[in-house]
C-alpha cells in the first residue's frame, strides 16, 4: 500500500509497505530457526541456549518448539521482509511467548536470517487499561468423514456434483458454502443418487448450509453429493460465479442430539446499582437462518432470542471438524475456560469448563464477587480451590464470556470480519485468505480465561485485577483474551467488587482488538506504531468505539441510565465515562490535543486513544444526521436488522454506515499506520 498527503495541491507526505520489483533475497548461508528464535527472545530480555529447546516440529510453515523455562510453544518460519534501505531481506518471523507465571509477555520480532540482527519488533499483548476441562459425560462419536470442494456455476445453471464420502455408520451430513462474491445468491442441494434429499439451503446470501439426517435409513449403496446452484439469474450480481464448501457427516442423527442448545448471559452487563436482580437472558441456536427465516420460526419455550445465523454457520458449542457438539463452552468461533490460576494465557488443556450433557448452558449467578467485598474466600480453602465447585459464579461467567464471544464473532463478520479477512475459526470451511497453503487459516478460535488470576490477583503486581487482555498473534494461532475480577487496590485504582466477564463493553473491547490486528496489515503485522505512537492508540479506540456500537446497535444500553458510549461503567462503577477519563460523546479532546495529552499519567496509547474516540465519534453522529431522513437511526427494529446482518450498510443508519466504513479502512491501513497516513 502507497499513501500520498497532499496539502494545497502538494505533495506532503508519502509512505509505502510496497516491495516494489526486487529479486527475491538469497536462502543460502542461513542461521537456522533455533539461532534466531534465540537472537529475537534475546532482544526481548529472555535468556535461552539452543540447548533449551526440545520437540523441534513443523507445522503449516512454521518451525515449533518448547524451550526450557516458558510454558508456551514457540516459534518461527523464514520469510521474505521488505525494508526501507536494504531492499527485501530474508528473516525469520519469530514469536516469543510466556503466558503464565507473571511475567507475561508476547512478542512478534523479526530477524535477519544472515546475520542474526534484529529487524523488526512489535508487542502483541493489548490491555484494556494503561495503567482442568472436564469430559463431556455423554460424549458422542466423532464424525466418520469430512471433506472440502470448490466449484463454479452460471446464473442459470448449477455446478458440479461434489462427492460426499460415507460410510456404515453415517446417519447425518451437513454441507456449507460460499460463493467468492458473497452478494452472489445461491442455494446448496444434498442429493442421494442423483436427487434433491437436502436443501435447497437459502438464508440469503453466503454463507449457505444444508442438512440431511435420513443416511441410516437410505438402500445399502446410496451415492451422496453435494451440488451449488443460482438462486435465480436476477440474484447473482457479479461474476466470478465460483465458491467454496466443506461437508461433515455424522453417526449420530440430528434428532438424537439435544436440541436447541441455550445459554443464558448478559447482554450488556448486570444491575448498576449493586442489586442481585438476574437480567440474563436465554439465547437459543434453532438454525442457522434463525435471524432470517420469513416467517420466523417460533422459539421454543424458555428462549428469549434467537442466536441462529450464517456467519456462524453451526451452533455456537458444535465442533466443526465433527459435526458434533462439545457439549461445553468450545466451539468453532470460540473456546472459553476457567484461569484461575493464571493472569494471562490460559493452558486450556487442563483448563476447566462447564458440561452440559442437555445442551442447557444456564448456571446460577449470585453476585458472589460483589456479595463477598472482593473475599478470596468466594473461591473456597485456600490452597484447596476448585473451581468445579462452581463457586464465585464460574459457571455462569465462563458461559457469559463464550456467549459474548460468539455475539462478537458473527456480528463483526457481517462487517467484513470473515475467514478471508482473517477471523478466528476453528474451521474456515474452505474459505482460506490464502489460496496456497490449504486450512492455514484454520485451528485459531477466540480462546477465554474467564476470572483470570482470580485466586491470587496476580499478585504483588495485581496483574489478575482490574483490567482485560488481547494477545492476537498471526492467523492459525488462536487469539488469546483474559478477563478479571475488579475490586479497590491500595494506591490505585477503587473499582467495585464486579467481574468482568459480564460486562459486554470490555469483551466487545478487547476482542476489537483481534478484529484490527488481523485486518489491519493482514493477517500477521497488526497496528504495530511508528515513532508518533498513533496505531497502537488508534488500536485503543477503535476498540472502545466498536464495543459501544455493537451495545448501541442493539439498543442494549444503557441498562439504567448510565452513558450508553462509556467503556466499563459496570466494572468500574462510574456511569458517565467508565475506564476512560472522558465519555466519547462528551469528550472535550480532538487532534489538537495529540501528543500533549496525558489522561493516565503514564502516557499510554489509551490516552491519544481518547482523542481519536472523541473525533471519531462525531463522524458518526454527523453520518446519521446525513442519513437519518431515510434511515432513522431511532428505528431499533431497523438498527436490529442491521446488526444481525439482514439488510447492507447503504439501507442502515448513519451509524451503521460508520462502522462499516470503519472496517473497511483496516484493509486499507498500513501497519505503523500514524497521524499522516
Not at 518460519?77 to 511467548?97: D, F
Not at 437462518?289 to 442466536?307: I, K, M, N, S, Y
Not at 482470580?454 to 482485560?468: I, K, M, Y
Not at 452513558?563 to 466499563?568: K, L, Q, R, S
Amino acid at each position: 500500500m502507497i499513501s500520498v498527503g497532499v496539502v494545497d495541491g502538494k505533495v506532503a507526505y508519502v509512505s509505502s509497505s510496497a516491495a516494489g520489483a526486487a529479486a527475491a533475497p538469497a536462502t543460502t548461508g542461513l542461521i537456522d530457526s533455533g539461532a534466531a528464535w534465540l537472537k529475537a527472545a534475546a532482544n526481548v530480555g529472555h535468556t535461552a541456549a539452543s540447548a533449551d529447546i526440545t520437540g523441534v516440529q513443523n507445522e503449516r510453515g512454521w518451525t515449533l518448539f518448547s524451550v526450557d523455562g516458558l510454558d508456551e510453544q514457540q516459534r518461527a518460519r523464514l520469510v521474505a521482509l521488505p525494508t526501507p534501505t536494504q531492499g527485501v531481506k530474508a528473516a525469520y518471523e519469530t514469536v516469543v511467548y510466556q503466558g503464565t507465571g507473571g511475567g507475561e509477555f508476547a512478542y512478534t520480532v523479526f530477524v535477519d536470517a544472515q546475520n542474526g540482527d534484529i529487524l523488526f519488533r512489535t508487542n502483541r499483548l493489548n490491555h484494556l487499561d494503561g495503567t482442568a476441562s472436564a469430559a463431556p459425560a455423554a460424549a458422542l462419536p466423532m464424525a466418520p468423514t469430512a471433506g472440502e470442494f470448490t466449484g463454479a456455476y452460471t446464473p442459470t445453471a448449477c455446478g458440479p456434483e461434489h462427492p460426499i464420502d460415507v460410510d456404515a455408520d453415517t446417519e447425518s451430513i451437513y454441507v456449507f458454502a460460499t460463493a467468492v462474491v458473497p452478494a452472489n445468491d445461491i442455494v446448496v442441494n444434498i442429493l442421494r443418487n442423483g436427487e434433491v434429499v437436502g436443501g435447497p439451503g437459502d438464508t440469503g446470501t453466503s454463507p449457505e448450509v444444508s442438512t440431511y439426517d435420513g443416511v441410516a435409513g437410505d438402500p445399502a449403496g446410496s451415492v451422496y453429493e453435494a451440488q451449488v446452484c443460482p438462486f435465480d439469474a436476477a440474484s447473482q450480481v457479479a461474476p466470478p460465479y465460483t465458491y467454496a464448501g466443506s461437508y461433515v457427516t455424522s453417526n449420530v442423527a440430528a434428532s438424537g442430539v439435544p436440541f436447541p442448545p441455550r445459554w443464558k448471559y448478559f447482554l450488556a452487563n448486570p444491575p448498576l446499582n449493586g442489586a442481585d436482580t438476574d437480567t440474563r437472558i436465554v439465547g437459543c441456536f434453532t438454525g442457522a437462518d434463525g435471524q432470517t427465516r420469513v416467517p420466523p420460526r417460533p422459539l421454543p419455550a424458555g428462549c428469549d432470542r434467537e442466536e441462529g445465523n450464517a456467519a456462524a454457520r453451526l451452533p455456537w458449542d458444535v465442533d466443526p471438524t465433527t459435526g458434533q457438539p462439545t457439549f461445553t463452552t468450545s466451539g468453532n468461533a470460540a473456546r472459553s475456560v476457567e484461569a484461575w490460576f493464571s493472569p494471562l494465557a490460559p493452558p486450556v488443556g487442563d483448563n476447566y469448563s462447564p458440561v452440559s450433557p442437555n445442551r442447557r448452558y444456564i448456571y446460577p449467578w449470585e453476585d458472589t464477587w460483589r456479595n463477598e467485598k472482593c473475599n478470596p474466600a468466594a473461591f473456597g480453602t485456600p490452597g484447596l480451590e476448585d473451581p468445579e465447585s462452581g463457586r464465585n459464579d464460574i459457571n455462569a461467567a465462563i458461559t457469559s464470556l463464550f456467549a459474548n464471544h460468539n455475539r462478537m464473532h458473527d456480528w463483526s463478520y457481517f462487517l467484513g470480519f470473515t475467514e478471508n479477512n482473517y477471523n478466528m475459526q476453528v474451521s474456515n470451511f474452505g474459505n482460506d485468505a490464502d489460496g496456497t497453503v490449504p486450512g492455514l487459516g484454520d485451528k485459531d478460535p477466540e480462546i477465554g480465561g474467564a476470572q483470570a488470576g482470580a485466586v491470587t490477583g496476580g499478585f504483588p503486581s495485581f496483574l489478575g485485577r482490574d483490567n482485560a487482555n488481547q494477545i492476537t498473534l498471526n492467523d492459525g494461532i488462536p487469539g488469546i483474551t483474559n478477563m478479571y475480577l475488579w475490586q479497590p487496590l491500595p494506591a490505585a485504582f477503587y473499582a467495585s467488587c464486579t467481574d468482568g466477564d459480564f460486562d459486554q463493553s470490555v469483551i466487545g473491547h478487547e476482542y476489537t482488538h483481534a478484529i484490527s490486528n488481523r485486518m489491519v496489515g493482514g493477517p500477521d503485522a497488526g497496528l504495530t506504531s511508528g515513532s508518533d505512537g498513533q496505531a497502537r492508540a488508534m488500536g485503543e479506540s477503535y476498540s472502545d468505539l466498536t464495543a459501544v456500537e455493537y451495545l448501541n446497535e442493539y439498543d442494549y444500553v444503557p441498562t439504567a441510565g448510565e452513558n450508553p458510549f462509556a467503556v466499563g461503567p459496570y466494572v468500574t462503577g462510574s456511569d458517565e465515562r467508565g475506564i476512560r477519563n472522558y465519555g466519547m460523546n462528551v469528550s472535550p479532546l480532538n487532534f489538537s490535543d495529540v501528543q500533549g495529552y496525558d489522561g493516565s499519567g503514564v502516557g499510554s496509547p489509551h490516552d491519544d486513544g481518547e482523542i481519536w474516540s472523541a473525533v471519531n465519534f462525531q463522524i458518526r453522529q454527523a453520518m446519521i444526521a446525513r442519513y437519518n431522513g431515510g434511515f432513522p437511526a431511532g428505528n431499533n427494529a431497523l438498527q436490529k436488522r442491521c446488526a444481525d446482518g439482514i439488510l447492507p450498510a447503504d439501507k442502515c443508519p448513519g451509524n451503521r454506515r460508520w462502522m462499516q466504513t470503519v472496517f473497511d479502512a483496516y484493509l486499507l491501513m498500513p501497519p505503523a499506520v500514524s497521524m499522516l497516513g
